[in-house]
């Protein structure tokens, strides 16, 4: 990479881009997100950012509340049956018109977007 395209990446930068990938990996994911990305910051706890972070927050329990939203039901497009998938680009103002108790998420792919309301009582 030159100048003109601005700094080159460092080692520990390719090696979370790397482990990203991993992590993708072992979660049987075909594509790699910001999940995958920040769990592979928390796992290297050498890292400054993640040093900082540890000194705000227990990384276990961040990394296990990560963990546990991966493996909800709302995770990557696993909507519920009552959801209403239209074009993510259409979600903000989808959003504006729906009553308290709406949830929303996306697929995978991002393309995607779902609105669904909290139907327990």
Do not use: C
């Not at 993708?24 to 910001?34: C, D, I, N, P």
């Not at 990394?63 to 979600?91: H, T």
């Amino acid at each position: 990479m030159s100048d003109e395209d601005g700094p080159a990446p460092t080692p520990r930068y390719k090696r979370v881009l790397e482990n990203s990938v991993a992590v993708a990996r072992e979660m049987g994911h075909s594509y790699v997100g910001v999940e995958h990305l920040f769990l592979a910051i928390i796992r290297d706890r050498d890292a400054i950012p993640t040093q900082a972070l540890a000194e705000l927050v227990d990384l276990d329990r961040v990394q296990a509340g990560l963990l546990e939203e991966i493996a909800s039901p709302g995770y990557a497009g696993q909507a519920p049956a009552n959801a209403v998938w239209f074009p993510s680009s259409e979600l903000q103002e989808r959003l504006a018109a729906v009553p308290p108790g709406t949830w929303h998420g996306w697929n995978a792919a991002g393309d995607q977007a779902w609105i669904a309301v909290d139907e327990s009582p």
